[in-house]
């Protein structure tokens, strides 16, 4: 009996399963994952989808993943990715009068698909008085407009002298509901940071270099395992050229993780992301370059 036409789907993208090193990271609790050989910038592709991009105002956002157990809303699609790439848009204003606008970023797989749209929420004093400094709420939604993940950092003390009011922000997924925090760590020479799980259970940790200097250059974090002696993934600050490195704040990040990371870490460590580029890349418009020595 003849069948009617199938419904098209994705075609099959070639997958290369993650190759793992045999045993679990140290301190990763009940976050069980592997370690695996990094590979920087490339790394192993995507598992197939069954659904088409979606196209929405000219932009191809990523596949609408099927709902996960004990996933929360709207982290399905990072199940599918071990890398995201964050570009923050160009805000024209900015350029021609000074005044530092809310920041606006796409979150894009490897494919380039949209995953996910940030938005700054915070008010017009607070961004010119505060500057980088600033306390910010970044909200992070889906391509079916859901506030997915909210980001929350409160003002603290941006100064490596004073230990005891250091920077941190709080990953919440869905909004309310706290899945983790990105705390930064004192260290006389070497931006580090910590990520914790909501209980506040330190989960991976990040080192950056002695001198953050995005010239003529990537600027790198590594993502390691508590002990500190297994890299399991990166946080980069991409050179984008002299000009738009010069004459804007507008930054482009990779994120690289293990695929079969916990989702709930995943957004955290692209809270850690907006918190780097805040602390280190964001700048007033009276500079004529991006660099910052810890």
Known sequence: ???????????????????HVPGPYQGAGNYGFQAQPMGFPGGPAFPPVQNQPVMQGGTI????????????????????????LIHQQIELLEILTGFETQNKYELKNAL????????????????????????FTIRIIDNMGREVITLQRPLRCSS?????????VEV??????????VVQNWHACLPKFTIQDEKGMDILKITGPCVVCSCCEDVNFEVKSLDETCTVGRISK?????????????????????????????AVMIGACFLIDFMFFEHGADKNQRSGVW
């Open 1 to 19: 009996m003849m069948q009617g036409p199938q419904p098209a789907t994705a075609p099959g993208v070639p997958f290369g399963s993650p190759q």
């Open 61 to 84: 956002w990523m596949p609408i993943p099927p709902s996960i157990p004990n996933c929360p809303p709207g982290l399905e699609y990072l199940t599918q990715i071990d890398q995201i």
């Open 112 to 135: 380039g698909q949209r995953v996910y749209f940030a938005a700054e929420d915070t008010d017009c004093l607070t961004r010119n008085c505060c500057g980088p400094s600033r306390p």
């Open 160 to 168: 490596c002298c004073c230990p005891c009011c250091l920077q941190e």
């Open 172 to 181: 919440q997924a869905p909004p309310g509901t706290r899945v983790g925090y």
């Open 238 to 266: 991409h050179w984008t050229g002299f000009v738009k490195e010069a004459f804007t704040d507008a930054d482009n990040f990779g994120i690289t993780f293990p695929m079969d990371l916990d989702v709930k870490m995943k």
